[in-house]
């Protein structure tokens, strides 16, 4: 990087691309990294919810009858959050209902799709 204003007219015109000087050159950059990084949590967030809505599904076909706020502790996520995970996975096709007898969650006959069986 130069003040030279020859070499700066030399590269523009030879070269197809825009030179930026040292505070444009940092605020690019800087956008750059800050996307990166934002990609970078939200693939890590779509990676957990993806493995915790798995481990919902697990806990329900080992423990029938398990109730939301069990699963939350579990989980270590809030009730709601258990709750839509449940919904996700009812979307998808497994067949989780809930018992308002034993106020919990089951896999009738124990079948899921995700664990073939």
């Known amino acids: 990087f130069t003040n030279d204003d020859k070499i700066l007219d030399n590269l523009s ?3 197809k691309h825009t ?3 040292g505070e444009e050159l940092s605020d690019k ?3 750059i990294l800050l996307d990166a990084n ?3 949590k939200k693939y890590d967030t779509y ?3 993806v493995a915790q809505t798995i481990r919902v599904l697990a806990e329900i076909r080992m423990h029938p ?3 939301t706020t069990q699963l939350a502790d579990k989980i270590e996520r809030t009730p709601r959050t258990v709750q839509r995970y449940i919904s996700t996975l009812q979307v998808a096709g497994e067949g989780i209902e809930y ?3 034993k106020k919990g969650w089951f896999l009738p006959g124990n079948y899921s799709i995700l664990f073939e069986g």
Request: charged letters at 30%; a neutral charge.
């Open 13 to 15: 015109k030879n070269l």
């Open 19 to 21: 030179i930026l000087t």
């Open 29 to 31: 950059l800087r956008y």
């Open 38 to 40: 934002r990609a970078e």
């Open 47 to 49: 990676s957990d919810t």
């Open 65 to 67: 009858y398990i109730t």
């Open 99 to 101: 018992d308002n007898t």
